[in-house]
């Protein structure tokens, strides 16, 4: 069974720019998340898509950040502007969704640097 | 809110020595608790899950968590540590079990095994 897909693998930028960020889920797995996981820390959700419709987007700095799952497929996550602070490693993962007793799987994520 | 918390950023053992990596958490029903792995590079791969009934869980490689809810801790353990075991690990809390698995993470614990 394939992964969590993930690409690019690291991205270098200069602040102010714009980068995106884009997610393959595992086969079937209709709840995709997106998390950010700052150097030294543990992650933090940014955003739960459930099919194509936004679960939960409370951490989200929607005046900088976007994401968005269009046929609740793949997912894109957008930076526009980048700021240094942004520099991090975005990790998006996948799950059944609302199906108790059941996990999420991780890509190997996505990291960037702001510079 | 809930939240999880790992007490040791870092702890070094000797290959063949026990471990117990720490973490609390609070949250005011029922947790459905998971340790998961970080190698470097790498996204995270879960160690094992807590959702409901015997209190000491088996995971993957070897390891063990015990759910103690009079000291709302999920402490994980393994017998004698091998040089694979190096990583960052991090306990996590399901934020919401009624909408996917989102999760909120600790700090992370940052394990060294000497030789």
């Known amino acids: 069974e394939a992964g969590v897909a993930q690409s690019p693998r690291y991205k270098i930028i200069e602040k102010r720019q714009s980068v995106a960020f884009w997610c393959n889920p595992i086969?079937?797995?209709?709840?995709l998340y997106w998390y950010q996981q700052i150097l030294g820390q543990g992650p933090k959700l940014l955003i739960q898509?459930?099919?194509?419709?936004?679960?939960?987007d409370s951490q989200l700095p929607k005046d900088r950040f976007s994401a968005e799952r269009l046929k609740g497929v793949d997912s894109t996550l957008k930076i526009q502007p980048a700021k240094l602070e942004d520099s991090a490693v975005y990790l998006c993962?996948?799950?059944?969704?609302?199906?108790?007793?059941?996990?999420?799987?991780f890509g190997q994520g996505t990291r960037l640097t702001v510079v | 809110a809930q939240s999880v918390t790992q007490p040791d950023i870092h702890i070094t053992v000797s290959e063949g020595a026990s471990l117990e990596l720490r973490c609390n958490y609070s949250y005011g029903a029922t947790p459905y608790l998971f340790w998961y792995v970080q190698s470097p590079g790498q996204g995270l791969q879960l160690l094992l899950k807590y959702f409901s009934g015997d209190t000491l869980v088996q995971g993957i490689k070897g390891f063990e968590a015990e759910f103690k809810r009079s000291q709302s801790s999920f402490n994980l353990r393994k017998p004698s540590v091998h040089w694979s075991d190096a990583a960052e690990y991090f306990c996590a809390v399901e934020s919401r079990p009624d909408a996917g698995n989102m999760l909120t993470f600790g700090g992370g614990t940052r394990l060294m095994v000497k030789p």
């Open positions: 898509f459930q099919n194509n419709g936004v679960v939960d």
């Open positions: 086969s079937g797995h209709a709840t």
């Open positions: 993962a996948s799950s059944l969704g609302w199906v108790t007793n059941t996990e999420a799987f």
